[in-house]
């Protein structure tokens, strides 16, 4: 049993710990702080999920929770890595990778502004999900292992800029971080 | 004399008036359960200082519901609030201070630190 495999044999410049990024031998996955679907926490993300979770990351982290539960040896990249993820954009440990992802997404001006103040609000520790639908709406999901939890903030930016969705936040416990700003 | 766009915003994130002002400026925020909608026509955006994020966090401190409303909506306004704290002193202890208040979570030393010193020096 060769033990590199997925990591392309390449365990140097590959990682590849739950064997869900390519067959052996076709396609590592790549170090560069972008996440194919692999490089969340899974302790993080099992220690706070379930309320809150629902679009891209949920997706996302949900394929990886999928794949790690499985036998590793007889999971397909093809499987994990759908059509969908792949035209989501991915997951981005940094800004700059999210950045660099982004630029080359094909925005408006306006909306690539809209969505790069979105990540500008991701910290050191935080995980950056970037997708867009058909609509050509733009979601920005930022993933953050809080001390009560995981926090989640998803801003779906228009096309045109002018509009944003927010859907956020629970911790733990499934409290709703949101707050009605009424006062 | 009409406020300014921009200087309305900004003086939400200063905590000096209170987010529901920006309906003035054409900025709409409806809430629905955990969905937040934004509607900003005009696109109006504000940039925010480590500064005034510094006063807010000040000005907000003795008011937790407050503060975990302000630090909220200064982390999901980004369709009208630019904050520039990247590479700023100070700038990521507010970063994690306003996901921290955000959540309920009591602030950790260096958030509170930095928000007194900035706003002290302004």
Redesign the interface.
Known sequence: MNLYAYAGNNPVSFSDPFGLCGHPGERPCPDDGRIVSTAVDPTVFLGGIVG?LRDLGARLLGRAVAGIAADAAEVSAAEVLTTEAVEAGGSYTT?AAARTALGEMGLSD?QST?VN??I??A??NTTIGLARDEAGNVT?SLT?A???GV?V?E?M?SPD???????????AAGN???????? | MRDQPEEMVRACIRGTR???DLRAVGIE?K?TG????????H?V?ATATPTDVAEGFVRLASDP??L??WA??L??G??F???K??GQAYG?AL??G???A?????LRESAVLAARELFSLS
Do not use: C, F
């Open positions: 809150g800004k306006v809209a103040r979105a500008g609000r910290t050191a920005v953050r809080g001390r009560n926090q903030i801003s930016v800029g002018s509009k944003t969705v927010v859907q956020k936040a629970y911790d709703l971080v949101h707050l009605d700003p009424k006062s | 209170p987010w529901a925020l809430t955990s969905i937040l909608n934004v509607e900003n026509p696109n955006v519901d407050r975990r409303e909220s909506m982390l999901e980004s369709s609030i630019d904050l704290l990247e990521e970063l994690n306003l996901w921290e955000s959540a309920g979570e009591p």
